[in-house]
């Protein structure tokens, strides 16, 4: 009725508008008495040609079909959680049909029928159609949501929410493989969605909200999360070293095995949230601060392991020179003979400074206000 009616106020017969679309007549008077449908396309075309508004000749099914209209049936298809090939066989059309809607390919949009049958799944789940046309990205769920920002940082709390390793958070969430919550955690591939529904449970059982964590993915990090997601390896080794202890030593205060602090200490895993309460008590004991630890990478530097890197030997004959010493008087101060500073400054048999040695010289050169990095 609206193309007849916008057709005779521009004075156009149906054979000059058919021409300007490139169809019969009789195509349309097909579309004026309702025998054909407008689709879109069609919408568009008859709108430039009697220069009105696009909107005037759309309806819900043509709204539907604007760019976008892939997005607005993949959100009815997630409502019910369903796979294309489930939501095609309810639509009556094959998979690749409904693939193609949903990627929009060549702007193929599905039929008037189909639409009949898409309108009413979306309010089977309680789905605003004009909503739907208007922002689609309203009805955006919580798997979504979960898994488009920060993913691996939100698996990863609700996991040391539980002090678990990877593989034995895996386990309970149904995952079958040892390195599928770390390849999630590494940013590499992300949950589907019905594992998901597995971590939400998980997430629900130790009190996070899944709401609040896409909103805020930082909401649960608690003191043990702080410890562990950078550098946990070099805070550990901070702690051990400044309690002058070995790997082995440190271990058997932590209660586990020697291996186990070195592949703390070199990233390779982390701690269970009971072994870090053991770090955290040893650390305290010791006068050191895990708050200023984790918010000051300075203060978990390991200068000795710094210094000693290549180039040692020019350092310490830097430093010895500077203060004007002979190899004998620079040992003295050190502690050490002069055959052993000597083979430091010649890096014979890779001979290093100990640790002690390492602490006098830092404090021979401060005291005479010399950089030990200036070579």
Not at 350 to 374: H, N, Q
Request: charge should be negative; aromatic fraction near 10%.
């Amino acid at each position: 009725e609206k193309v007849r009616y916008y057709r005779e106020l521009k004075g156009i017969s149906q054979t000059e508008l058919g021409e300007a679309l490139g169809i019969t007549n009789w195509g349309i008077v097909n579309f004026e008495k309702g025998f054909n449908p407008i689709h879109y396309k069609n919408a568009v075309e008859l709108a430039k040609a009697l220069n009105v508004p696009t909107d005037e000749l759309m309806d819900e099914y043509s709204r539907f079909c604007l760019s976008g209209y892939g997005e607005r049936l993949k959100r009815i298809r997630i409502a019910h959680e369903m796979t294309q090939d489930e939501f095609s066989e309810i639509l009556e059309v094959t998979r690749s049909t409904e693939a193609i809607w949903e990627c929009e390919y060549e702007e193929i949009h599905p039929s008037r029928e189909a639409f009949k049958r898409i309108k009413k799944l979306a309010e089977d789940k309680n789905l605003d159609m004009e909503q739907l046309i208007k922002d689609p990205s309203v009805y955006i769920d919580d798997y979504e949501r979960f898994i488009d920002d920060n993913c691996a940082r939100k698996i990863r709390y609700i996991r040391t929410a539980y002090g678990m390793h990877r593989k034995a958070f895996g386990e309970m969430i149904g995952c079958e493989g040892n390195s599928v919550v770390s390849i999630w955690e590494s940013g590499r591939s992300k949950p589907m969605r019905k594992q998901f529904n597995a971590i939400r449970e998980a997430a629900e059982a130790k009190g996070i909200d899944i709401k609040i964590l896409n909103e805020d993915p930082d909401f649960y990090k608690d003191e043990y999360i702080r410890f562990t997601e950078k550098d946990c390896g070099q805070k550990i080794k901070h702690i051990r070293v400044s309690m002058g202890l070995l790997q082995r030593e440190f271990a058997e205060k932590v209660g586990c095995a020697g291996n186990t602090i070195s592949e703390w200490e070199s990233g390779n895993i982390t701690p269970t949230k009971p072994f870090y309460l053991t770090i955290r008590r040893l650390a305290t004991e010791a006068g050191i601060n895990l708050d200023v630890l984790n918010s000051d990478p300075e203060e978990y530097r390991d200068h000795y392991e710094e210094f000693i890197q290549d180039g040692y030997e020019d350092r310490i004959r830097h430093i010895r020179q500077a203060c004007g010493l002979s190899l004998r008087e620079f040992g003295q101060l050190v502690g050490v003979t002069c055959t052993a500073v000597c083979q430091w400054e010649n890096k014979e048999k890779l001979r290093r400074p100990s640790r002690e040695a390492f602490e006098k010289i830092v404090r021979i050169a401060e005291e005479r206000g010399i950089d030990i990095y200036d070579t």
